[in-house]
Nanobody, 115 residues
Framework: QVHLVESGGGLVQPGGSLRLSCTASGINFRLNTMNWYRQAVGKQRELVASITSDSARNYTDSVKGRFTISRDNVRNRVFLEMNSLKPEDAAAYYC?????????WGRGTQVTISG
């Protein structure tokens, strides 16, 4: 059974930083592309960043230069380092993987920008 658990969200001031983490189980982690999505209140869920099995990275335009996705294939973890946070980055952030023809999601971690 695939299981994704996110952590690292919280309250931060504009310009601040957070590091999100997602721990995966039930998949051959090193072979899978891992994704971070986010969903703000009243908006559709959007793909923020992806990292392939060979660590090729892609980002949505609004986070390029501020966010960095990385992975640890030993500990089955994917990270999202978020710097220079803006109010529009506030959202629930979700870890995602597509495996065995299905899409799997974590429960999300909330990022709040205030102050």
């Amino acid at each position: 059974q695939v299981h994704l658990v996110e952590s690292g969200g919280g309250l931060v001031q504009p310009g601040g930083s957070l590091r999100l983490s997602c721990t995966a189980s039930g998949i051959n982690f090193r072979l899978n592309t891992m994704n971070w999505y986010r969903q703000a209140v009243g908006k559709q869920r959007e793909l923020v960043a992806s990292i392939t099995s060979d660590s090729a990275r892609n980002y949505t335009d609004s986070v390029k230069g501020r966010f960095t996705i990385s992975r640890d294939n030993v500990r089955n973890r994917v990270f999202l380092e978020m710097n220079s946070l803006k109010p529009e980055d506030a959202a629930a952030y979700y870890c995602n993987v597509r495996a065995s023809g299905s899409s799997f999601w974590g429960r999300g971690t909330q990022v709040t920008i205030s102050g």
